[in-house]
């Protein structure tokens, strides 16, 4: 057998034992996956999840990886919603659905050193990023984009977790609207943006096309730039 089929066989048995341990992940929670009953479930040997995996808290984080990747796959395909604000608030949704379906890997995730670690997770913020960029470009954005991102996030990873402390027949599923509109209160404003807004306003939807502007040479825009942060670093006026 050739290195590269050793590698292709290798790869396979990942893909195997990862999918295994996220059936019993979804049906039974991170007790459920034990090294005996995914081996049974993958057609493996106990020491070959050891050695590709390390120990139970690899193959969860492979786990966790795994399906996350796959959700932040479906949304980087998403087509492109033709108002940004609208495109916002669905993924804000679609956040808090995949957390209360898999359960499991939002708990994971929600510990800052498996996020600090995970790609799919990085990838996920990047898309987020870029959904929060767009809202600025169109002069809806009443804060600083990194601002912004932190609070979605910070206000997304709560509503799961709160959500799922309690049981599902229990659950204030409210919750979820009504965070999202004090949330898009503090962080959105009405068109037209920029007279809307003021200053604060105008300052983020400049900056949110600064990197169009060919105009101005590279250390002008840095210097634009950093007046920029610091008028959008001001509480927007009400």
Do not use: C
């Given at each position: ?55 139970k808290d ?152 600064l990197g ?27």
């Amino acid at each position: 057998m050739t290195e590269v089929d050793e590698n292709v066989g290798r790869g396979r048995t990942q893909v195997a034992i990862v999918e295994a341990a996220a059936s019993l992940l979804r049906g039974g929670g991170p007790a459920a996956v034990t090294t005996r009953a995914v081996a049974v479930a993958a057609g493996v040997q106990p020491p070959t999840i050891y050695r590709l995996f390390g120990d139970k808290d690899g193959l969860l984080d492979a786990v966790a990886e795994h399906v996350l990747a796959t959700y932040v796959g479906t949304k980087v395909a998403g087509a492109h919603s033709e108002d940004p604000v609208d495109e916002l608030a669905a993924s804000w949704r679609t956040h808090v659905d995949f957390g209360l379906a898999n359960p499991a890997v939002a708990m994971l995730l929600a510990d800052p050193a498996r996020a600090a670690t995970s790609a799919a997770g990085e990838a996920g913020m990047r898309v987020l990023r870029e959904r929060v960029h767009r809202v600025a470009s169109v002069g809806r954005l009443a804060v600083a984009e990194g601002r912004a991102v932190a609070m979605i996030h910070a206000a997304g990873t709560g509503v799961v977790l709160t959500l799922l402390a309690s049981p599902p027949d229990e659950r204030d599923l409210d919750l979820v609207a009504s965070v999202y509109d004090a949330l898009a209160r503090t962080i959105l404003t009405d068109a037209p943006a920029v007279a809307a807004g003021g200053p604060s306003t105008a300052a983020v939807t400049l900056r949110a096309g600064l990197g169009e502007v060919a105009s101005l040479s590279p250390a002008e825009r840095a210097l634009l730039a950093d007046w920029l942060d610091r008028i959008t670093a001001d509480p927007p006026a009400r």
